[in-house]
């Protein structure tokens, strides 16, 4: 694994480097099956569960505040990208247009194909995390996520949803598709909260 494309990070990275991982200066395309390919007009935004139903359309997404970010990311599979610049909307703007039950404490993310992940309401509303539709300043490439997906930097990738569709509010913790084969429940990257075995 080590060689061309992966390196032992050294200082001043080995600080920002949770344990256990390895710099690559490319990006990986990490993607269970295949990948959707969905345009940004008809892409369609859902929330439901313990929140008011609402459908947010692409415009509507443009039309929230639009930021940029620079963020970490770390994937289980042990590699980890310093500094990818995105842009998008912060997960704090957009929860302001979302009427939420007092009694929601945690979140289904749902995707295009399928894919589920869950973190909890604390988790994921925080003022760093975001939904990115550029990167390095083009558009989302498809394998990325694109139109749209999600980034939680202080969490392991597999819960920065890509192709993302829809948020599921829920009262009970339940487990998306990673987690109900085996990855931890949270996937802090500095716990080395990899696997739940
Ligand atoms: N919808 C969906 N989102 C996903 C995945 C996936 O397979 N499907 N893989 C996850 C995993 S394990 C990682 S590491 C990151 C990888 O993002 P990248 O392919 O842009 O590097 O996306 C996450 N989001
Ligand atoms: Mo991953």
Known sequence: MLGKFFKKPESPDSERTPPGQYLTKGFPVLTYGNTPRVNADTWQFRVWGLAKEKTFSWADFMAMPQHNFTADFHCVTRWSKLDVQWTGVKVT????????????????EHCYGGYTTNISMDDFVREENFFAHTLFGEPLPPEHGGPMRLVVPHIYAWKSAKWINGLEFLSQEELGFWERNGYHRRGEPWAEERYSY
Do not use: R, S, T
Request: overall charge negative; proline content about 6%.
């Open 93 to 108: 703007d957009f929860m302001k247009l979302v009427e939420v039950d007092p009694k929601a404490a945690y979140i289904m």
